[in-house]
């Protein structure tokens, strides 16, 4: 895979073919203008990152390096600040950076267990469990077994899990992504073995998630995990496209 590393607002000759040139133009991210001698002319606006297609990588690298960009992140987003050891990224590589994070953020907050809560589930069951869905067991025309129930499950299958484990698997479907950071991310997939797959679309992935959750009776619970952090950071893999790198 080709790999074109721009810096913002600096331009850059380099040869393009069709297929290149219509990928770049397709980002709406850099400024081009053919060149006498076949180049063309690639100019970088303020957006840094990294944009992934099959066969081509676009890298924009920030002008003033990565740990400014992530201190000016922190104190706009109302984060806290980052940490030298939580920052272990040689390179002004925005997208593999972002990625690492995620990554040591996972790691952090799975040291105390997935995030848990009520789900109502309705199942037919051979015995009793939570209340009896009468209005369903009459449709069954006096038939005794199964009992139609509802219940609530305490399980990890929670939407703040599903976003996570969505993030996780759209960073595993990133060509050339970093060895090391590949296999970490393997394992922390596998802890969400028990949380369904969802694959959501750009408009549906939520945009915010409550910090607090309710027990039956409607009392307030609040987290006992810190996935918070994770999830701030996983909303854009978890809503990408896959011909495409989505942070940018």
Sequence with gaps: MRTISLVEYEPKAEALSERELEQILATKLVGISPRPDGLYDLRPESTVGTVVFPDLRLLIRPKVGLPNVFFLLSYGAGLTRWREESFPFAEDDFFEAIAWLVEAEIRRAASTGLVRDYREREEAL??????????????RQGQPIPLDCRYQEYDEDTELNRVVKAALHRLLRVPSLDRQLALELRHHHRLFA???????????VPTWL???????????????????????FAMPWARSRPSRSPWT
């Excluded at 051979?126 to 449709?139: K, S």
């Excluded at 028990?194 to 549906?204: H, I, Q, R």
């Excluded at 409550?210 to 701030?232: D, K, L, N």
């Design 126 to 139: 051979a015995t009793v469990r939570g209340r009896i869905d009468l209005a369903a067991q009459v449709r």
């Design 194 to 204: 028990a949380v369904a797959d969802v694959d959501y679309p750009p408009s549906v």
């Design 210 to 232: 409550s910090a607090a959750s309710t027990r039956p009776g409607g009392r307030p619970r609040v987290w006992r995990s810190c996935f918070f952090g994770p999830t701030r």
